[in-house]
């Protein structure tokens, strides 16, 4: 890694680093959305003030943008994203400390969840330093770090405590709609229903056993679900990394122009499986 150059706010070292370059954040993303709809007051202030129906791909690509940059770019690129993040907190209301607890607290589970479940060699000291690094993130959209779960024990304690407030209610019920079928051009209606409707399904499926009787279905198996997550991330990690990374907005393969090629992301190999299931898959030296 050269020496002289930003790290960023974790670094290529980090758990977040290896394990954020990887496709299966794709489900997990959606698996997020899945489960912070079920907060009513969070999801009203989505149905409020967010996009999300009228442009949902601009929605989805600004998010990933901030997650990128928070993960992969410079210190003052993140730090600059979650100041205009924090100030459209401020102006739309929605600053709330619960609900951004809710929103974070959702989305690192959901990224830490699939990823293990998917395969990637996860110990119970990484997952809980991963924890611990998003406490910078939270910082970012406004919370304080210290009422943050940096551990498992901590992120199930806070899950069991907020369990009451959850329900499946109407604006729930909008997102479901909208994310089995979301509003597409009609020449992309087909990749619709056979990518997306299957993998907003499987993320789903991934959802914790309370969060399915919210909604109102019965938990699928855990074997059945964790065999087909790591046989669809396995398949998506065979599209060569550069390619992958050549998607807009570009952050991993930015960072590696910044700081060298040796700090691209390689979960199976740096967190310490080699020849576990996607070992193999890196396809650049």
């Given amino acids: 890694m050269r020496q002289d150059a930003d790290p960023g706010l974790f670094g290529p070292r980090s758990v977040t680093w290896q394990m954020h370059g990887d496709p299966v954040m ?35 690509m600004r998010t990933a943008n901030f997650v990128g940059t928070l993960s992969y770019g410079t210190a003052e690129a993140a730090e600059a994203a979650g100041a205009r993040v924090r100030r459209i907190h401020r102006l739309l209301g929605v600053d709330d400390p619960e609900l951004l607890l809710w929103v974070h607290c959702a ?30 993130s939270a910082r970012l959209v406004g919370l304080d770090p210290e009422t943050v779960p940096g551990s498992a024990a ?27 079928r979301p509003p597409v051009k009609p020449v992309l209606v087909p990749a619709r229903e056979v990518i997306w409707r299957r993998v907003t399904a499987l993320a789903y499926d991934t959802l914790p056993p309370y969060a399915h009787a919210l909604y109102g279905t019965p938990a699928p198996a855990d074997g059945t679900v964790t065999r087909r997550l790591t046989a669809t991330a396995n398949l998506l990690r065979c599209i060569p990394d550069r390619l992958r990374w ?36 890196r396809s650049d030296p």
Avoid at 107 to 120: H, M, P, T
Avoid at 159 to 164: D, Q, V, Y
Avoid at 255 to 274: E, I, K, N, S, Y
């Fill in 26 to 60: 794709w489900i997990a993303g959606v698996r997020a959305l899945w489960l912070q709809a079920l907060h009513p007051v969070a999801v009203r202030g989505v149905m409020i003030n967010s996009s999300f129906r009228e442009d949902p791909w601009g929605r989805l």
């Fill in 107 to 136: 989305e690192v589970d959901s990224y830490l969840s699939v990823a293990r479940r998917s395969g990637i060699p996860l110990t119970d000291a990484e997952a809980d330093r991963y924890l611990d690094e998003h406490r910078v």
């Fill in 154 to 180: 901590a992120l199930a304690d806070y899950f069991a405590s907020i369990r009451p407030r959850l329900e499946a209610g109407p604006d729930a019920r909008t997102v479901e709609e909208f994310l089995r």
């Fill in 246 to 281: 050549r998607l807009p907005p570009r952050h991993i393969l930015r960072a590696m122009d910044r700081l060298g090629q040796d700090t691209r992301p390689a979960p199976f190999v740096r967190l310490g499986a080699q020849g576990r299931p996607g070992a193999g898959t």
